[in-house]
């Protein structure tokens, strides 16, 4: 059997005009790594939504993950929540097992 090693996934879905910041804060928090996607549709409080026909970059979603040591995890999330606050968005923070444990 493969060894794993238990880490925090840390998924972020917000709007892309706030990617840069939150690509600058995750690298002034010395985040090892991080992945960005677009979001293609979904659907929320304010009802469904897709990204087809948009306009523009300020109704599209996009998701953020990145995989974490559970010790750093209150303190990143802290600061991303400062970020996301007052805008949409959700965060997530899930147990994962990874199989290369120095890689975050």
């Given at each position: 059997?493969i060894?794993?090693?238990?880490?925090?996934?840390l998924?972020?879905?917000?709007?892309?005009?706030?990617?840069?910041?939150?690509?600058?804060?995750?690298?002034?928090?010395?985040?090892?790594?991080?992945?960005?996607?677009?979001?293609?549709?979904?659907?929320?409080?304010?009802?469904?939504?897709?990204?087809?026909?948009?306009?523009?970059?300020?109704?599209?979603?996009?998701?953020?993950?990145?995989?974490?040591?559970?010790d750093?995890?209150?303190?990143?999330?802290?600061?991303?929540?400062?970020?996301?606050?007052?805008?949409?968005?959700?965060?997530?923070?899930?147990?994962?097992?990874?199989?290369?444990?120095?890689?975050?």
């Open positions: 059997m060894e794993t090693f238990t880490k925090k996934k998924e972020i879905v917000l709007e892309r005009p706030l990617l840069n910041r939150l690509l600058d804060l995750l690298d002034r928090l010395e985040v090892s790594g991080y992945t960005a996607l677009p979001a293609l549709a979904g659907r929320g409080h304010d009802g469904v939504w897709r990204r087809e026909g948009m306009v523009g970059e300020a109704g599209q979603m996009i998701v953020v993950f990145c995989i974490l040591d559970g750093r995890i209150d303190a990143v999330l802290s600061e991303v929540r400062e970020l996301i606050t007052r805008q949409i968005g959700i965060v997530t923070v899930t147990d994962v097992e990874v199989v290369r444990r120095d890689h975050f």
